[in-house]
């Protein structure tokens, strides 16, 4: 009997190691598979723009004095544009990683949201300028502890989504207020919204929905950090779609501190 036993115990952990090792070549294939998904993406999101640049430089290089004045400003625009794309999108490569070392510690002050909402507003003004934007937030929102920095650069990544994915001429909505304890904002937008099965992977790193021909250029990491500084400064953040037409719903939900309680925002 108890030969049976060693022998039947033998072949059951041939079978698990044959598992483990079927399951560890499947884990490998799939992380070697997603550093060359993650370094193509890399790639094309720095070669897109800078190629961009180069040829609106080299155009403007070769034919400057003959050009006309409008053709120059355009590509002097396309310049300024590109750049300022290669700008965030590594900005958003350094945040993804001061965030995944622990090297992002939120400088948490008392701040109305109304006054971060206006400056990631500010910095956000051109990529916004072929869009609606329309603010409604009540005077009366409590000032909350946040970190500025990292908050103005939510609200920004939401922004910079909503006019990306958004037609021109769409409207973007930023809207605000109170619920109990807390302050709740949201970035309304009146684009193709979110599949419902990627609602929560949207924040995943790298994570990008691909179901068009189409799609912007992009990293997938805005989200993330997104998620990572809002949780960072102990809110929440959660994205949906609109009922009433199709468009992405980004809500971001913060502790009032209750010592500010009654305090009130401008008017
Ligand atoms: P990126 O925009 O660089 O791809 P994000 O992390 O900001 O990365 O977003 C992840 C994905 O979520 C995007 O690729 C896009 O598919 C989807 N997404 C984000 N914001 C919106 C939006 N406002 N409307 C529609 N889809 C969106």
């Known amino acids: 009997l108890f030969d049976a036993l060693a022998d039947q115990a033998a072949i059951a952990i041939e079978r698990i190691q044959l598992v483990a090792d079927v399951e560890r070549a499947r884990l490998a294939a799939e ?22 640049i180069l040829g609106a430089a080299g155009t403007l290089n070769d034919y400057a004095p003959s050009l006309p004045e409008t053709d120059r400003t355009e590509l002097v625009s396309t310049i300024i544009e590109e750049s300022e794309r290669l700008h965030r999108f590594i900005g958003n490569l350094l945040d993804m990683t001061r965030l995944e070392s622990g090297a992002t510690q939120p400088n948490a002050s008392l701040h109305f949201p109304g006054d971060i909402v206006g400056s ?16 409604a937030l009540p005077s009366d929102l409590p000032m909350l502890k946040v970190d500025a920095v990292l908050f103005e650069q939510v609200v920004f990544n939401l922004l910079d989504n909503a006019a990306k994915y958004a037609p021109p001429a769409s409207t973007i909505a930023i809207q605000g207020w109170r619920d ?17 099965d990627d609602l929560e992977r949207v924040f995943d790193s790298f994570y990008r929905v691909r179901k068009t021909d189409h799609v912007p250029a992009g990293t997938g990491l805005g989200l993330s950090i997104c998620r990572g500084f809002v949780e960072a400064m102990g809110g929440t953040i959660t994205a949906a779609n609109r009922t009433d037409r199709p468009g992405a719903v980004f809500t971001i939900r913060l502790p009032i501190p209750s010592q500010t309680d009654s305090v009130k925002g401008p008017s």
Do not use: F, N, Q, Y
């Open 31 to 52: 992380a070697d598979r997603l550093r060359t998904a993650l370094l193509s993406s890399i790639s094309h999101d720095l070669k897109t723009p800078l190629a961009g």
């Open 120 to 135: 990631a507003l500010r910095r956000a003004s051109r990529m916004l300028s072929r869009h609606r934007v329309d603010v």
């Open 180 to 196: 109990g304890g807390h302050v709740l904002l949201r970035v309304v937008d009146e684009g193709p919204g979110i599949p419902p």
